[in-house]
């Protein structure tokens, strides 16, 4: 029961909610004045703190007698040796569970870790909860960071069971990199594992109480099957339980409205992350430019320090939950990262009749015919033509083999429109968006096998068709349908100008006579009819050439998991041990492989349109741990072809949004998205559109907002240099222990 009379040395008392040792004593000369008690904290989080108080002052000031630490030495003191033998063995197991300011967790995986990469684990440590949003730059260590924050945590006996939400395409990624990293094994958990689950412990189980460590996908958490067992598991809150968010932006509300409208996603994630004990969060690019949705995602983390519609602004609080730095301010204090050399090869002298360019003068002829033939038309069913062409044209700047699939259907479509007289309705949205947006490996289709990715394509051609077509074609269409057709399939199969480039530099930088020497290199492109048409251009090539077999291999959306593990491997083997010298990809491969090991040079055989992806591609081999000091990204411009100026335009932008814009990335990209969406590319307006390509930048408040709101919590140089000089010393210090 409460008392005022002041404790003695080693007594534990309760003082302002939490629990102290009694250190000493200093008793009042006076009766008048109050007695003196230092004391130590032994709560958890605030283990050490020191507290002076006046004892008779103080209104809940408790001496804690039931705990037994009255009869603590009534049986006598162990031997000194004994004691200490004790003393020592708690110490080198829990030294890093009594203290903030040691770490344990870099000495246990099996890769170098840099000082840098410590940042994210010491801002950890310091939070009683970790609500921590890691917003580094992309290729500063995407699992190595989370994975050294989830390892410290489980040395502290912090956290037990751990959730990592991801991209499907990255699923893998992250179970190969948390085992041979940091030695956890993770369960990947998705309709097989909860089928596997339920024929082995019964239907009743809940797959997420058969392991404390799983993997799941971004897709599987707006699915109730899987987030209604996920709630029964957590209950209201999970204890020593962890949530790792990766590209946590998508969970962001995207509306610029006061309050935002919540996606699915969104609503998953907020309904679940509370139920977590620990959250840490992972994205190269949190804001997206509107301050009401960085807000929405930091009060998602941390509902204590943010709430939506307040804008963060105060960097001391944001500076608590975030760490930020770019590759660029990394550098400057020392860290090297690869030089990238992007290189542009130009393809000039070409005949006027060369299949590349006579097709590009006939699909912008006809673009303007239709144009014309729409104007009086609905904007949906403009829209719907426009998205068409745009699709043949990005086909077309891709390859041969890949517009002429696509002009085939189209042809026989408006052939059978004439035939029929039917009047088709214009077609979905989404479904205009999914012809219009190349397959990447976060889309469902990258799943499919080429014959069915190829169905789906024709059937998306054919709707679209039937709806701009709902009148019979004019004369002068069908002629340019005929001419580009004839144009297109005796030209398809043939070697073009980039073919041919490709080859050269492979015959003089991967060949010597006969023999392969140990350089690598990938090609990338966007479609899959692209790809095959390369599969066949490079089978011709090395038939002659020692052990032709092993020498490339593809990498798409539906390769089947082994074999993708097995490619990557392959690739990533030294050179003088294995054959895979050349791997074509789709953009599948631009996220979630690490291909750096043994290879410096890529080769875009087309640009995409979407500087991210480009970016994304660049970084397969532009990254940590890459041992060449320059890196080669090749990408090709037809200077006969006005289209191609774009491109250009969009590679430079590209390079200037990696080097200047930092975070307003993303808002500037979905500008340089809209520009090319809104029709393609027009001769007629092509100085317009370059010019707009050229000069796109993030809007005033955009920019204003990001800078105020996440770029004043980015560390500089100068911040940096303290940052890592701090984090070696407690790492020197962690080493001695």
Not at 61 to 73: D, H, I, N, P
Not at 548 to 553: D, I, K, L, S
Not at 647 to 654: E, F, I, S
């Amino acid at each position: 029961m409460p008392t005022m009379e002041p404790p003695k040395v080693g007594q534990i008392v309760r003082v302002r909610s939490r629990q102290y040792l009694v250190e000493e004593v200093v008793t009042a000369q006076k009766a008048v004045t109050s007695d003196v008690v230092r004391l130590a904290c032994v709560d958890d989080d605030a283990q050490g703190e020191p507290l002076e108080v006046l004892w008779e002052r103080e209104p809940d000031a408790l001496v804690l007698t039931g705990a037994g630490w009255e009869r603590f030495s009534k049986r006598g003191f162990d031997e000194p040796k004994l004691f200490s033998a004790y003393l020592h063995t708690l110490r080198w197991n829990c030294v890093t569970a009594t203290t903030a300011k040691l770490f344990q967790a870099p000495f246990r995986p099996s890769t170098k870790i840099d000082a840098y990469q410590l940042e994210p684990l010491r801002k950890a440590l310091l939070l009683p909860r970790v609500n921590l949003f890691i917003a580094d730059d992309v290729g500063l260590g995407k699992t190595i960071e989370p994975g050294l924050v989830a390892r410290e945590l489980m040395l502290r006996k912090k956290v037990r069971d751990i959730a990592v939400a991801c991209h499907p395409s990255v699923l893998q990624q992250w179970q190969m990199e948390l085992e041979h990293r940091f030695g956890l094994s993770f369960e990947v958990l998705d309709h097989d594992y909860v089928g596997r689950i339920r024929r082995e412990r019964g239907y009743a189980t809940n797959p997420w109480a058969t392991h404390s460590l799983f993997l799941v996908s971004h897709r599987l958490l707006i699915d109730e099957d899987y987030t209604a067992p996920l709630r029964d598991w957590l209950g209201d809150l999970r204890p020593g339980s962890l949530l790792i968010l990766d590209e946590a932006h998508h969970a962001a509300p995207a509306s610029s409205s006061r309050y935002a409208i919540d996606s699915k996603f969104t609503r998953a994630i907020r309904d679940i992350a509370p139920k977590f004990e620990h959250r840490l969060f992972l994205s190269a690019t949190p804001h997206n430019g509107h301050s009401n949705s960085f807000s929405s995602l930091l009060e998602i983390l941390d509902p204590q320090r943010f709430l939506r519609g307040v804008p963060a602004t105060d960097k001391r609080i944001l500076d608590a939950v975030m760490v930020r730095r770019l590759k660029e301010d990394i550098r400057e204090v020392g860290y090297t990262f690869p030089k990238r050399i992007v290189v542009q090869v130009d393809i000039d002298g070409l005949p006027p009749d060369t299949p590349e360019l006579r097709l590009a003068e006939l699909l912008d002829e006809y673009r303007r015919i239709r144009e014309a033939e729409m104007e009086g038309e609905s904007m949906r069913l403009q829209a719907t033509a426009g998205i068409l062409i745009t699709g043949l044209q990005q086909r077309l700047l891709s390859s041969i083999e890949a517009f002429a699939r696509t002009l085939r259907v189209h042809r026989c479509t408006v052939e059978k429109q004439k035939a029929t007289r039917t009047k088709a309705k214009p077609p979905a949205a989404s479904l205009l968006r999914s012809f219009a947006d190349t397959v990447d490996a976060d889309d469902d289709r990258a799943l499919l096998l080429p014959e069915e990715l190829s169905r789906e394509e024709d059937s998306q051609v054919e709707v679209a068709t039937a709806a701009a077509f709902s009148a019979p074609a004019q004369p002068n269409v069908e002629r340019l349908l005929e001419k580009m057709t004839a144009i297109a399939e005796k030209a398809r199969g043939e070697a073009d100008a980039r073919v041919k480039y490709l080859v050269g530099w492979i015959r003089k930088t991967m060949l010597d006579g006969k023999n392969w020497n140990n350089t690598r290199v990938i090609v990338f492109t966007e479609f899959e009819a692209t790809l095959t048409y390369l599969r066949d251009q490079i089978e011709s090539l090395i038939a002659g050439t020692d052990r032709p077999e092993g020498r490339f291999a593809m990498y798409r959306g539906s390769t089947p998991q082994a074999e993708r593990e097995e490619t990557k491997r392959a690739f990533n083997t030294d050179p003088a041990r294995h054959p895979l010298r050349i791997l074509l990809c789709t953009d599948a491969a631009r996220e979630g492989i690490n291909l750096q090991s043994h290879c410096s040079d890529l080769f875009h055989f087309d640009v995409p349109w979407n500087p991210s992806r480009l970016e994304q591609r660049n970084g397969r081999i532009d990254r940590k741990l890459q041992p060449s000091p320059e890196v080669r990204c090749y990408y090709f411009v037809y200077k006969q072809r006005p289209e191609d100026r774009i491109l250009k335009a969009l590679v430079r932008k590209t390079e200037t949004i990696k080097r200047e814009l930092g975070n307003l990335a993303q808002v500037v990209e979905v500008k340089l998205t809209n520009a090319l969406g809104r029709g393609g590319i027009s001769r007629e307006f092509i100085d317009d559109l370059e010019r707009e390509i050229g000069s796109a930048n993030a809007d005033a408040d955009a920019a204003e907002t990001v800078n105020e709101e996440l770029e004043a919590s980015r560390d500089r140089r100068e911040e940096l240099g303290e940052q890592i000089d701090l984090l070696r010393t407690r790492l020197g210090e962690s080493s001695d222990w």
